[in-house]
């Protein structure tokens, strides 16, 4: 079988996500890959459907059993015959597993990495004909990420143990450049096929939030959102019960889950939110790996994470089916306390050095302050994801907080000023909490003991409330006119830039949080019930019914017998015979056979056999085969414009791939398309061979090849608020043709009537 015809048959999709088809011929050809991809991006299927081709057997090594076993599920359901083998199975069970793929019958085997180097399973890969291995979570090979696992080093000496060394996949959501250059070296990658994908997740809603109390927010907030499912993040464990209780109370059904659980309640709980019997789970960050609930609607941090790595990785569970769905963190100055306490008291990791661990600590701090700082942020905040990520060139993304005007405008130059005569007063020897503390005029004893009234710059910002004047010491932080020692107490200390605030060639404008935002009011994107019109949500339910059902049956998470985008396609098409259901995204071959024919017959019944009603709103009837999804708001098409409105675009000498993506989103319909995003232009200029990110001096550089050059493509350097050098493509006109051409659909143009 061809991978495409793979993916329909399997996993019921009709196309592969930008990206995942170049990691699986690079995997045919026998190159190593290395995929990085956010949470949600698909990182499984650049595995799983290569390792459906080569000859041999596909080792797949994860760290957590939940995760292998939520896989291995999946696969079966799909048609997949899969297996693991981990220390929840009896000895039996393993030799059982291991002669089953000897003789063919598994074509994947999960295995976790401990298993690596035990007799058995060394002597079984031996004789074996390994084709692949499969990292996932290969960031857990770096010590200097955070979530190292020691036995993350045995691939290494078992991939060395094999008869012939098979290809090497390795898959992670964590993009900083050690983490990367740590992967390739630690593992041996061989000329590996990079791919960083777009961490953007379009259909994700990015918010922070300063509630004055954080327990109602997270109430009025689900009880708006009621029938939904959702997590929420905790920080402690006595959060955890807090919020689970404070819900409870209000009739809210949620779980919980914490380490300290029993494993068997932990699983309970889990199995709970997962089978959908409760649609909200609270939970400490020790959930979550190896989750795939696709229709996970919400995620709230009611804490702030360590790191963004964390925090991505946990708001990146929402909307694994591509519906929209919303982030919010939830801030208080005392998070960042809580965070500080937490990371100083953190046991030394006993396979390093005392150097080794304070390295790490270092990198901790670092890691903290850039999750302070997203916090205090009022720029977009996909934009200061994307960039804490290497991605640069995002303009305002329009879905996030900052972006939805749910800030005003306000100019704090004098205020600035203030701040940084306050740290020349006290001599550049204290950090955020004395300068902020003096400034307000605070009679915390510690400033008094310290002298901080007789400063004149005491209470010189009094009308301000402490929040707001961390909030404009951070932005200066940002902005470089002031830094902050890297060690524990982070000292401030002004920079040379500040000047030009102290004689007034540069302001400062901020753009603050409205103090009254209130949740219901907020303009949410497009969800299910937009899409669907009352007739359409009942068929929704009806549908959902029968997913239940079917579910119960067989003794399997609701989603993993369809997604809700997939239920909600079945509304909007309106699927007759089994022709028509293989083309709804998400109904495979071996789906359809053991689902398929239960769902026709209440599509069929609820319609009585009419398509002409329509269940969707703004859509007319579409006839089957050609139904209209590119108006089905949850389902937009990759990014195009039509012949007509390319015509009317008009090139610069020349730009950058973020302006000429702005011009070109002007001239898509992007109700029915994507949003085009210059990271994604320079994939395709990277995907053309004109554009190519290389490793040197100790970062991915970008490069503009000879053919690069040729197609108007050339390259400057620029440094990014964060003081990071890196190299921004240009476009000449020529180039901007180009990629006009590319994303131009000539089909349109045959819609015209003829006569
Ligand atoms: P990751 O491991 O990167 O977090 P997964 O591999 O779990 O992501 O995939 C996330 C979701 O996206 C899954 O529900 C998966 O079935 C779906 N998916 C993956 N590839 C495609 C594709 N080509 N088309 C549609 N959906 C896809």
Redo the contacts with the bound molecule.
């Keep these: 079988m061809q991978k495409q015809e793979i993916?329909k048959t399997y996993?019921g999709?009709t196309?592969?996500?930008p990206g995942?088809e170049m990691l699986i011929d690079s995997i045919l050809a026998g190159r190593d890959v290395l995929g990085i991809?956010p949470?949600?991006?698909?990182?499984?299927?650049c595995y799983q459907v290569p390792a459906l081709m080569l000859p041999g057997i596909t080792v797949v090594i994860s760290p957590l059993i939940s995760l292998m076993k939520d896989q291995v599920q999946a696969l079966n359901q799909a048609g997949v015959h899969a297996a693991y083998i981990n220390s929840s199975l009896t000895e039996g069970q393993i030799q059982k597993a291991m002669e089953y793929a000897m003789g063919g019958r598994y074509k994947i085997i999960y295995v976790a990495p401990e298993r690596l180097e035990t007799w058995d399973f060394i002597c079984f890969a031996q004789r074996a004909r390994i084709s692949m291995v499969a990292v996932d979570e290969a960031h857990c090979i770096s010590q200097w990420g955070q979530d190292f696992r020691p036995s993350y080093l045995k691939i290494v000496s078992f991939i060395k143990r094999l008869n012939s060394r098979p290809v090497i996949g390795a898959f992670t959501?964590t993009a900083t450049s050690q983490v990367k250059d740590d992967i390739i070296a630690v593992l041996g990658l061989e000329d590996p096929q990079l791919l960083i994908s777009g961490f953007d997740r379009q259909n994700l809603y990015f918010g922070v939030e300063t509630p004055k109390s954080k327990l109602s927010y997270v109430l009025q907030y689900i009880e708006s959102h009621a029938g939904d499912s959702g997590i929420i993040y905790c920080a402690t464990r006595k959060n955890v019960e807090k919020v689970q209780e404070a819900l409870l109370a209000r009739g809210i059904p949620a779980a919980k889950y914490h380490a300290g659980l029993t494993p068997q309640e932990r699983s309970e709980n889990q199995e709970d939110f997962i089978y959908d019997r409760k649609p909200v789970i609270v939970a400490t960050n020790a959930f979550g790996m190896g989750i795939?609930k696709?229709n996970v609607r919400y995620v709230l941090h009611f804490n702030m994470p360590q790191s963004m790595e964390n925090y991505y990785q946990e708001a990146g569970r929402a909307g694994?089916?591509g519906a929209e769905s919303e982030c919010i963190m939830l801030f208080s100055g005392q998070d960042v306390m809580v965070n500080q306490y937490l990371l100083d008291n953190k046991p030394p990791n006993e396979e390093l050095g005392p150097e080794e661990n304070e390295l790490v600590r270092e990198r901790d701090r670092q890691r903290l302050q850039s999750m302070v700082n997203y916090a205090y942020s009022t720029d977009c905040l996909r934009k200061y994801i994307l960039e804490y990520f290497g991605e640069y060139g995002m303009q305002r993304c329009e879905n996030c907080s900052a972006c939805k005007g749910e800030y005003e405008e306000q100019d704090c130059t004098e205020a600035a000023r203030k701040v940084i005569n306050c740290i020349l007063e006290l001599r550049q020897r204290f950090g955020i909490n004395v300068v902020a503390g003096t400034l307000h005029g605070d009679k915390r004893s510690k400033l008094l003991e310290l002298g901080a009234d007789r400063c004149p710059a005491y209470g010189a910002l009094q009308e301000l409330s402490e929040d707001r004047i961390k909030q404009i010491i951070r932005e200066l932080e940002q902005r470089k006119y002031l830094s902050a020692t890297q060690d524990k107490y982070a000292i401030l200390k002004v920079c040379a830039k500040a000047q030009d605030l102290l004689d007034g060639s540069d302001s400062l404008i901020l753009r603050w949080a409205r103090e009254e935002q209130r949740i219901a009011e907020r303009t949410r994107k497009a969800r299910k019930s937009d899409v669907l019109n009352h007739r359409g949500l009942e068929l929704f339910e009806a549908l959902k019914r029968l997913r239940m059902e079917l579910a119960r049956e067989g003794s399997i998470p609701p989603y993993m017998v369809f997604?809700d985008k997939t239920l909600i396609e079945m509304c909007v098409c309106l699927p007759f015979d089994r022709g028509e259901m293989l083309q709804v995204?998400g109904v495979g071959e071996r789906k359809y056979d053991n689902y398929g024919e239960a769902f026709l017959a209440v599509i069929r019944e609820f319609t009585q056999g009419r398509r002409e009603k329509t269940y969707f709103g703004e859509m007319k009837a579409a006839a089957p085969g050609s139904v209209g999804r590119k108006t089905i708001k949850t389902q937009k098409q990759p990014f195009m414009i039509t012949a007509i409105r390319a015509a009317e675009f008009r090139p610069t000498d020349v730009c950058l791939a973020t302006e000429l993506a702005a011009e070109l989103n002007q001239l898509a319909d992007l109700q029915t398309v994507q949003k085009l995003s210059g990271a994604e232009i320079l994939r395709f200029a990277a995907a053309q061979g004109w554009v190519q990110e290389v490793w040197q001096e100790g970062r991915w550089k970008k490069l503009v090849t000879e053919s690069g050059d040729r197609a108007g493509f050339f390259l400057d350097k620029r440094v990014s608020q964060r003081g990071t050098e890196y190299e921004v493509v240009y476009l000449s006109a020529a180039a901007q043709q180009t990629v006009l051409d590319h994303y131009t659909d000539l089909i349109v143009l045959h819609d015209e009537p003829d006569e």
């Design positions: 993916l996993f999709y196309g592969f996500r995942q991809m949470t949600g991006a698909g990182k499984s299927i959501a795939d696709s694994r089916d997604s995204a």
